[in-house]
């Protein structure tokens, strides 16, 4: 019986020495990238195969696919193992981000393998944005390509530091030395301000593993390492554990009155048991109590680890906030400035708001400015008003409230942060943070003793906002100006902003590009909100056509001040009746960027209020107007008598 239980030891007892030494190997995270077709699915699926990761199951599977879908005659075609959408294979390119792990007994490995077409560019992103070195592939035969640039800027911007230059297919060009000393004079050259602290070039065949895990006898020239050879000795940037101590709050943890804990993983640095923590966003201090993870209390955790923090004092840490080392503060503000790598089909423009996210925060962001636009052949810095899809630009950026953050080159976790679309929830951009910038710590909110509140009770009336939005001809300032007329008669504090008469002042330096609309909105909402505060019913009577700008102002406002009136007239019978022949002159092509011809028009989706003008005369819709101010009025004011506000 002993000798049984022995034996069924004995292979236990082995798996778990073998799962102890491969914890204690480090662990490298790399992509490949470059240009389409430069063999960055092979190259995977040849290091996988050579250090033994595929089972004979998936080698037979691999034969099989590669008569069906391989391009290499009857060798087997390795980057079917990586391309595993049946896109992929059918078209034989790269799409999506596939992540390989492998190992050799001095290391593990994770690798990225992204696409190499320009339109998949933000999928590259996603896979560099957790690289500590990258692979550029080029081919031999092409040399130095667009894409081998815009994915080496990229891998600088996102914090790499580490390259292996390898030029692929070389027994295409016979093996020659100097095609591959060209190569490298001309990477060498484009890379130089790149801030690349190594450049490994090694030139190599994917396909038939020369210079991959065994040296090649092609090329006796070549006396530098293999490929794996430099991946196991490759020393990589400090260490995340000797950085300052950051802790992101991801869920504050309190299942009964008797515990409140602080929920995530450690960014960097490390922590230990009745260490001094500063929480990030208010300053205040405490010190560590206990370390609760997996399996019981920690005397100390490092960068990595998944922990909950367990404080002396019940300071007030909520999701969003970090917990940091007191002598190593990160920055806190909401004005600053970063790289964006766009991603979206719909350019970036400077005014619109967008959600901002970072490892555990999320507040509305705009891009005030777009400083400048990073040409991806040259590095040079080029003068733009937007950021179209798979674009690299300088931005200055404003949050609606502080965020804590550090820049990007000291800590790529807490220094990165994402853009979401208002409108389709769809990630639309990849930040990078370099600095706050300074007028963000001189300038703070001045209280007044005076107040919205105040002002409106000395009119005798509520302040509201009446956004009139529709296409050019609709009838919105008609309708506006004898809303205000019958408003200003019955004793209404009022003022009225209209389009027009607003771009001879203060928005006259604005054209009607998508990026001045967008610009000419949000000046517009700031001055209907200053007013509405000063306790007027503000009417604003702009086209608008965008409604993620109608979003940002309604935001701006108190909660039911924005009022949404949809002057919804036919996209004809503004034509027909073109008060102003503009129509006449867009349709002929003499007039660019005329909403509703060849720039877009947004219609509200669910306005407050729905006005359909035809055959409906200006007065029957201001009466209609004027009803929904009383009865919002006669609400609010029976609210109040009950208790609220």
């Not at 030891?9 to 102890?20: G, K, N, Q, V």
């Not at 040849?46 to 691999?62: G, M, N, P, W, Y």
């Not at 069906?68 to 790269?94: P, S």
């Not at 935001?555 to 129509?583: N, Q």
Request: proline share 3%; glycine share 8%.
């Amino acid at each position: 019986m002993r000798h049984i239980m022995a034996k069924s030891l004995a292979p236990t007892d082995s798996i778990r020495e073998y799962m102890a030494a491969q914890e204690k190997k480090s662990l490298l995270r790399f992509l490949t990238c470059g240009s389409v077709d430069d063999g960055k699915s092979t190259l995977i699926g040849r290091l996988l195969s050579d250090t033994k990761q595929i089972f004979e199951d998936q080698l037979a599977a691999l034969e099989r696919d590669s008569r069906k879908h391989g391009t290499t005659g009857d060798d087997i075609d390795f980057a079917l193992l990586v391309d595993g959408l049946e896109a992929e294979r059918e078209q034989g390119i790269t799409i999506d981000v596939a992540y390989r792990f492998f190992a050799t007994p001095k290391r593990k490995f994770i690798v990225a393998d992204t696409p190499g077409h320009e339109q998949y560019t933000r999928n590259m992103a996603t896979g560099a944005s957790t690289a500590d070195l990258a692979i550029v592939l080029i081919d031999a035969r092409q040399g130095v390509l667009r894409q081998t640039r815009r994915h080496s800027i990229i891998a600088s911007l996102l914090g790499i530091r580490h390259i292996v230059l390898a030029v692929n297919k070389i027994d295409l060009v016979d093996f020659d030395q100097a095609v591959f000393d060209k190569i490298v004079e001309d990477y060498s050259r484009f890379s130089h301000n790149l801030g690349f602290q190594t450049i490994a070039p090694i030139p190599m065949s994917a396909r038939y593993g020369d210079n991959v895990s065994s040296r090649s006898a092609n090329m006796q020239w070549y006396s530098g390492p293999t490929l794996i050879e430099h991946l196991e000795t490759v020393s990589v940037d400090e260490a995340a554990v000797e950085q300052p101590f950051r802790f992101p709050v991801q869920y504050v943890n309190r299942p009964n009155l008797d515990f409140r804990g602080f929920a995530g993983t450690i960014a960097s640095g490390s922590v230990a048991q009745g260490d001094e923590v500063v929480v990030a966003k208010s300053g205040k201090s405490s010190r560590v109590k206990r370390i609760v993870a997996h399996g019981g209390d920690l005397a100390q955790a490092v960068a990595g680890q998944a922990i909950t923090l367990v404080l002396d004092d019940e300071v007030e840490v909520s999701r969003g906030n970090i917990l940091v080392a007191p002598a190593s503060r990160p920055q806190v503000a909401d004005q600053f400035a970063a790289n964006i790598v766009w991603f979206d089909e719909h350019a970036l423009l400077p005014g619109r708001s967008y959600i901002l996210r970072t490892e555990t925060d999320q507040v509305s962001a705009t891009v005030t400015e777009l400083k400048y636009r990073v040409n991806v052949n040259d590095f040079a810095h080029e003068a733009a008003k937007s950021l179209e899809m798979n674009e690299v630009g300088i931005c200055n950026l404003s949050t609606r409230s502080p965020i804590a953050f550090d820049n990007f080159a000291e800590n790529r976790t807490t220094g990165a942060f994402i853009l979401i679309d208002r409108i389709s929830n769809a990630t639309v951009g990849a930040g990078m943070i370099l600095h706050s910038l300074r007028r963000a710590e001189n300038i703070h909110w001045q209280s007044l003793d005076v107040g919205k509140r105040g002002r409106s009770d000395l009119k005798n009336q509520r302040p509201a906002v009446f956004w009139f939005t529709g296409l050019s001809g609709s009838g919105k300032s008609t309708i506006a100006n004898l809303f205000e007329k019958k408003l200003f008669a019955s004793g209404r504090h009022t003022y009225i902003l209209d389009g027009d008469n607003v771009r001879h002042g203060l928005n006259r330096d604005l054209g009607f590009t998508d990026a001045d609309r967008v610009e000419n909105i949000r000046r517009v909402a700031e001055v209907a909100r200053l007013m509405a505060d000063a306790g007027l019913i503000v009417i604003v009577s702009f086209i608008s056509p965008f409604a993620a700008e109608r979003r940002v102002a309604r935001e701006l406002m108190a909660d039911g001040e924005f009022v949404e009136v949809f002057v919804d007239t036919p996209f004809e019978e503004c034509a027909r009746r073109d008060p102003k022949g503009l129509y006449a002159r867009a349709l002929s092509g003499e007039i660019k960027n005329f909403t509703g011809v060849d720039s877009p028009y947004e219609a509200p989706e669910n306005p407050e209020i729905h006005l359909k003008t035809l055959g409906r005369s200006a007065e029957e819709m201001v009466e209609a107007l004027e009803l929904w101010l009383n009865e919002r009025d006669i609400a609010e004011d029976q609210y109040d008598s009950g208790g609220g506000i």
